[in-house]
């Protein structure tokens, strides 16, 4: 019985704490909650059987010792996965620490944000300039090896952890796009968010690039703006297109910049609860002519921003439909230095449009065409966004 009393604290301090920073988080009667959770509602008990497996592994399995990390983590994976939730994770220490440099500017690896979908490791957006963008991943395609060990059925951060890897180093995919299937060998680099660009156009337009919503994504996006605007453009073109998402708090910061006051989202919760998030009404482009590039790669907090400005009337989506993912993920830090994302709310658009699984539909859509060997690629839908904005007729498109 020795091994059993250890284990049954640790988990219950692990939750514990776990479910302190969340509800604490959330809601202003969290200490009333967590002594229901956790006194009144007698769950505590239902760990019993997890300690009684605990005790037998160690007791009776029949190559020792078994390593307790492993059976710790594979508990909280476990967990998680009974969720069914694709968006709901374990992420391991070495995962974690990864995860928090991409949001941070840095990390090492292919540079692509990948998603686990009915089982499918699938990319949802290669990051601007990263080696899998040079190498031609796109959004939608799935990963099903990674150097000969099969990804199909694995947990996302066991995948994620195959494919990332040292600077330098190479790591074979074999990549199903259509149906078919090819393989493609990326050497991993020395990925740097730098995540805003912008330029002011040939037209007198000012095009500006997000690549994904990093913690200081706002105040570069604001700077970049502050700058172009200085120049009197003719109108903005707003690149979302293969942005996966990232800070919801980035998100409403970055909104404030385009939208004058008003909602931008509205996160539903579990128990009823909702909570409004509001732009003011000090943006310095909430004026200017916009334009929105959006595709299936425009995930999460990029569909947050889309649907507001619409919704708001702001300004025109343009390209193709977007990934469709409606869910918000609070991130949190373990004691093991692992960390895990959770779903606790759905988010809605101003006009209660729930995007999940469906995506937002553009007002103007334009999709790029397949490019033959050898021609060159135009930007159709960026050349369909100036035409707009110059009041010029707008070839090969469709209302939404």
Same mark, same amino acid.
């Given at each position: ?12 301090? $692990? ?51 078994? !390593? ?19 968006? %709901? ?26 998603? %686990?979908? +009915? ?26 090896? @990674?150097?000969? *060990? ?18 330098? $180093?190479? *790591? ?12 493609? $060998?990326? *050497?991993? &680099? ?13 037209? &007198? ?73 509001? !732009? ?17 790669? %425009?995930?999460? @907090? ?5 649907? @507001? ?5 702001? &300004? ?11 869910? *918000? ?5 373990? !004691? ?20 999940? +699984? ?38 090969? @498109?469709?209302?939404?």
């Amino acid at each position: 019985m020795k091994s059993r009393m250890p284990l049954f604290l640790l988990i219950i301090f $692990t939750l514990i704490g776990f479910n302190a920073g969340y509800v604490l988080a959330q809601s202003p009667v969290a200490p009333v909650q967590l002594f229901d959770f956790w006194h009144s509602s007698g769950r505590y008990r239902a760990l019993t059987p997890v300690t009684e497996v605990w005790d037998l592994i160690h007791l009776r399995y029949y190559q020792q010792p078994v !390593s307790e990390e492993a059976l710790i983590d594979g508990a909280i994976e476990g967990m998680l996965a009974a969720l069914e939730d694709e968006y %709901s994770r374990y992420l391991s220490p070495e995962a974690e620490a990864a995860a928090r440099a991409s949001m941070q500017g840095e990390f090492q690896g292919i540079g692509a944000e990948v998603e %686990s979908i +009915n089982g499918n490791i699938t990319i949802v957006s290669p990051i601007d300039g990263s080696p899998a963008q040079v190498a031609g991943l796109q959004p939608g395609d799935i990963l099903r090896q @990674a150097d000969g *060990v099969e990804l199909t059925g694995m947990a996302i951060q066991e995948a994620a952890a195959l494919v990332r890897g040292p600077a330098g $180093t190479a *790591v074979t995919l074999l990549v199903e796009r259509g149906g078919e299937t090819f393989t493609l $060998t990326i *050497v991993r &680099g020395v990925i740097r968010l730098s995540s805003v660009r912008g330029e002011i156009l040939p037209e &007198g337009i000012a095009y500006v690039r997000l690549s994904q919503f990093g913690d200081r994504s706002p105040q570069e996006l604001e700077a970049l703006l502050t700058d172009l605007l200085a120049e009197q453009p003719k109108g903005l073109i707003f690149d979302l297109r293969r942005n996966p998402g990232g800070s919801l708090t980035s998100v409403v910061e970055v909104a404030d910049l385009f939208l004058p006051q008003g909602t931008v989202l509205i996160e539903q919760f579990g128990n009823g609860r909702e909570e409004v998030f509001s !732009s003011t009404d000090n943006g310095i482009a909430q004026d200017i002519p916009l334009v929105v590039l959006i595709d299936e790669g %425009s995930a999460s @907090a990029s569909e947050v921003l889309a649907g @507001a400005i619409r919704d708001q009337g702001r &300004g025109v989506l343009l390209g193709q439909p977007t990934f469709g993912k409606g869910t *918000v993920q609070t991130w949190q830090s373990l !004691s093991n230095g692992g960390g895990v994302r959770l779903t606790i709310a759905r988010w809605l658009t101003p006009g209660q449009t729930w995007v999940h +699984n469906t995506g937002l539909e553009p007002d103007i859509v334009v999709a790029q065409p397949e490019l033959g060997e050898g021609e060159e690629f135009v930007d159709v839908q960026l050349q369909t966004a100036i035409a707009y904005l110059l009041g010029q007729p707008i070839v090969g @498109a469709s209302g939404g």
